[in-house]
């Protein structure tokens, strides 16, 4: 018997308030929902992350993006320390603003850290975790995380970025994918909020460690996915996290770096998919 799927639809842009901040986010489909997280690099978004993967997964799930706090289009309140805590309590409360009480979180890097608190501060409402190129234990900074924290906006720095740290090849990094993140960086207090959510000691954007026994704790079902050549994370913290999870399976693909969703997109969009229908 065959089974039948909605055609492909392209996200609608969507702004809710969430904890008090108006929250920018994107959403595809109907079903059960998939909160989709993404990354921390310089001029990212859940447009920038997941905009080649939303229209295959919508065929089969509501599919919902938020712009985290201090990235994208969603406010940056004068006021807010940023932290892991801060980004977590962020994601529930959009989540509650959309009355959503339990659902499959697909977290990018940064995203995958704050699904792995999610997952520890109320197991009940994630029903799965997909943690791409998701920082764990054993992580340590590498050449690829220092030069993301260390871009200063311009067309070239944000190109040897893409280039250098996040695909294998430098074909994908078009002129177009270039101005849109040089872009996105440069939007009013992007550059100023990124480089203090890491580097302003009142903040503590970098502080997303996570011990043996927390992983240990997490028993949510997780796919655990990494590009064998990733150069941000390295794809020995998955396995190490493949270790300590008591519920994950490791998909690892080669000739791949930091970007599974972009430089293996259609494989990755399939694979997240069954995985989150339970096949």
Known sequence: ?????????????????????????????????????????PGVSALANWQNNIPTLAQRFRVLAPDIVGFGATERPADIIYSL???????????D???????????????????????TDHPDRISRMV???APGVGMVPTDG????????????????????????????ITDELVETRY??????????????????????????GITEDEVRAIATPTLLVHGREDKVVPL????????????????VFSRCGHWTQIERGAEFSALVSDFLSGN
Do not use: C
């Open 97 to 119: 603003a959309h009355e959503i009480d339990r659902v499959a979180v697909v977290g990018n890097s940064l995203g995958g850290r704050i699904a792995l608190q999610m997952a």
């Open 236 to 251: 020995s913290v998955s396995i190490t996290m493949l270790d300590l999870l008591p519920n994950a399976d490791l998909h």
């Open 1 to 41: 018997m065959t089974t039948q799927t909605a055609p492909a639809q392209s996200p609608a842009r969507r702004t809710i308030t969430a904890g008090g901040i108006a929250t920018a986010y994107l959403e595809a489909g109907t079903g059960a929902p998939v909160l989709m997280l993404h990354g921390s690099g």
């Open 131 to 133: 943690l791409m190129g």
């Open 183 to 208: 872009a996105a960086s440069i939007a009013d207090g992007a550059h100023e909020t990124y480089r203090a959510m890491f580097f302003d000691p009142k903040h503590a954007g970098s502080q997303l």
């Open 85 to 95: 805590r801060t980004w977590t309590d962020h994601v529930w409360a959009f989540l």
């Open 145 to 172: 995380l220092k030069a993301l924290r260390a871009y200063q906006p311009s067309r070239e720095a944000m190109r040897d970025l893409l280039r250098n740290y996040f695909a294998v090849d430098p074909e994908l």
